[in-house]
């Protein structure tokens, strides 16, 4: 196979520049850029942006689409991009819980990337980081019960709200919710659940989560109370962990450490003194638009790309 | 009894000069400020400040000594208040966890600001509001466990981490730790979890605390978890907390609307997904500086000058 054609769609976003920057310094040499009209003709770490027209992605010369644009868009436009051959890679949450279409982290379900028809689906930018570090430990222990607090960088609601956080006086910081409302919870609550059993294959494992954005440009960190089938000290789960795929433990996780490295950060592990039997309690950290996104769907196409070559 | 002769030691602090606000605007006219001997003579909230000294607290002029000042600071000066016939009530964590010492949120155990020898304990500005939550629930079905992860302002570490987060560029906002260890977990964990239960004279009450400090100025959230022993629907909770004291109930609580208020804001009222059985999560928000510190004091000061003039 020749250098893979990969096609960056919604190349100008928050996590569009980063799966770009993240391309080059990964030696792709055939990226194109494709963005709305109105960011059409624009360049964008040295490529031309191009319009994303349902012809020109079905025109059939795209291995792998990377779409980071909004879920109408991706609904509107994925189907194009499959049509003209493509493998499309979709960051949106439009297809993620789609029976047929996998939803993958390659460190915790990699081989379900192979099993596409023609659309793979990149979580939540909170469920990737969670998932990292607990398949490890369902793996050790069986997972019983999870619950997560968030703090969700604005980057998480793209580059208008970056612009925002930076223009805002710091008076006027705060701490709270932008997500739309399902029933009871936020709709980044159900997600995180819905995709958290989708992506380690246990549909009823029981997950709360409390959803925050955050004053910060980069990174999300979430706090996570684990309780576990089998009994899993706090020393335990740290030695699993510091073996894990995609994580790097350490003592006190932060956003800014997180922040354009590639690896979920993972620390503050402890017993949970609040849990009748096996509970846990840690904390991580991940660069939301880094292994929360461009690099998760990098990853997922790279597995693609190597079953391509055999 | 004339009126109260007010003494504010540290109130060119974070806290005092909310104190110092507070009390004005609640009419207290014998009000005296005290701090260090660097900011004496300096005028603040129309008065000059004079040097703390053990025999100025001695002197035996102040009926109510309200200390903002570090641990150590308040462990050399409350006892001399205290000689000098004022009743302290101390801010620091100095005395909270000391035998004999009414550590007091007066929503929650009022009665026990009256048993003081000299000297009430004010608890940390997450106990407060988080027991204002969880007592009333306690009282209706029993509280079984709790998990707490907080989003801390810089403005609990004082004035000076304020003035240092004005000058942070905003790419350096971050989310982290800035309390000493002790043993796994933070010095703010373990407080939280040993205040709560003493406040609540619930010694064996399992709490689990992950403490976050936020880029925000003013306001501290927090996710919580509750279990109960009885059976707690979300809407009964909800019920309960509309008529709490020092409690109200919104859509989604913020630092930024707690801010300036007296009121502790709760909301986000829903089941816990994730519980065995009678769990509840929600989310709450309180002005640090206001009701989690020195309202807080001043509330205690007021239910001892109450039962003076009985």
Chains 1, 2 share one sequence.
């Not at 080059?24 to 994303?52: H, M, N, P, Q, W």
């Not at 493509?86 to 099993?115: H, M, T």
């Not at 910081?173 to 159900?190: A, I, P, R």
């Not at 590639?262 to 592990?269: E, H, K, P, S």
Request: hydrophobic share 45%; glycine share 8%; aromatic share 2%.
């Amino acid at each position: 196979m020749a250098d893979p054609r990969i096609a960056v769609i919604g190349g100008t976003g928050a996590v569009g520049t980063v799966a770009l920057r993240l391309l080059r310094k990964r030696g792709y040499d055939d990226v194109r850029v494709f963005a709305s009209a109105r960011s059409a003709g624009r360049i964008i770490e040295g490529l031309t942006v191009e319009e994303a027209t349902p012809d020109a992605l079905a025109a059939g010369d795209i291995d792998v689409a990377l779409f980071s644009v909004g879920t109408s868009a991706s609904r509107e436009l994925v189907p194009h991009a499959v049509r003209g051959g493509a493998v499309a890679i979709d960051k949106s949450s439009a297809y993620r819980l789609v029976d047929g279409v996998p939803l993958v982290v390659p460190e915790v379900n990699g081989d379900r990337a192979l099993e596409h028809d023609g659309i793979v689906a990149n979580p939540n930018c909170c469920t990737i980081p969670l998932t990292c570090a607990l398949k490890p430990l369902h793996e050790a222990a069986g997972l019983g019960r999870v619950r997560v607090s968030t703090y969700q960088a604005v980057s998480g609601a793209g580059a208008q709200r970056m612009d925002a956080l930076r223009r805002e006086p710091v008076d006027e910081h705060n701490v709270g919710v932008d997500w739309s409302w399902e029933g009871d919870e936020t709709e980044e609550e159900s997600k995180i659940r819905a995709e958290a059993q989708k992506i380690m294959e246990l549909p009823d494992l029981p997950i709360s989560a409390n959803t925050v954005r955050v004053p910060v440009l980069v990174g999300h960190a979430e706090s996570v109370w684990i309780e576990t089938e089998e009994p899993l000290s706090a020393a335990q789960a740290e030695e699993i962990l510091r073996s894990a795929p995609g994580v790097q433990v350490v003592d006190t996780p932060t956003p800014r450490d997180a922040a354009q490295t590639d690896q979920v950060l993972v620390g503050r592990i402890r017993e949970d003194r609040a849990a009748e039997r096996n509970g846990l309690v840690l904390f991580l950290a991940c660069d939301n638009l880094v292994k929360g996104a461009a690099l998760n769907a990098i990853q997922i196409a790279e597995l693609i790309l190597a079953r391509a070559l055999v």
